[in-house]
């Protein structure tokens, strides 16, 4: 069994450090306040695509990460967290249409404590899950992130639906 190896950048929404273990990403964690920032290149080439993608996320130019992950977590955790990745783009959805969607109708509040325990925020896009009426709901990166992600990938959406219109 490999160790976990992290790796902590400066990236346009504050310094992350992404972990991976046995070939597989496994943790991003917002880091506030944190002396350390690694700028090199990571031992783990896995790390080094993590972070060019979440970086071409992070100026709109990639919508889907293509990355290998694999969350801690229970098996509900495991079904809110592939179900969020089912959210699109650009969009959100409650946490009671995620409860709907993983079998729990009545589980919105597990639902929102599945999402504050995913140890991939971004890559398994919890940012996406608002609460009823579309109030926002917590974040692990803080409720001021959570709508500049949300905003980021609406205008991002926006602007290719309009490049896409311009050519008919």
């Known amino acids: 069994m490999e160790e976990r190896i992290v790796t902590i ?5 504050g310094r992350i450090g992404i972990s991976a273990k046995d070939g597989a990403l496994v943790g991003l964690s917002f880091l506030q306040g944190e002396a350390l920032c690694e700028d090199g290149a990571s031992v783990e080439p896995l790390l080094d695509e993590a ?3 979440l970086t071409a996320w992070l100026e709109g130019r ?3 990460f293509s990355l290998p992950l694999a969350p801690t ?4 955790m ?4 592939t179900a969020l990745l089912d959210i699109p783009y650009g969009s959100t959805s409650s946490y009671r249409d995620i409860a709907v969607a993983v079998g729990s109708p009545g589980g919105a509040r597990a ?4 999402c504050g325990r995913n140890p991939l925020p971004i890559f398994i ?3 996406r899950v608002t609460g009823s009426g579309g109030r926002p709901g917590g974040y692990l990166g803080g409720i001021d992130l959570k709508y500049s992600l949300v905003e980021l990938e609406r205008s991002t959406a926006r602007a290719m639906t309009s490049i896409l219109y311009s050519y008919d």
């Open 51 to 53: 972070f060019s993608q």
């Open 9 to 13: 950048r400066q990236t346009a929404v």
């Open 73 to 76: 977590g229970t098996p509900f």
């Open 111 to 114: 639902v929102g404590m599945a």
């Open 62 to 64: 990639l919508t889907t």
């Open 78 to 81: 495991h079904r809110v967290w």
């Open 125 to 127: 896009p919890c940012h």
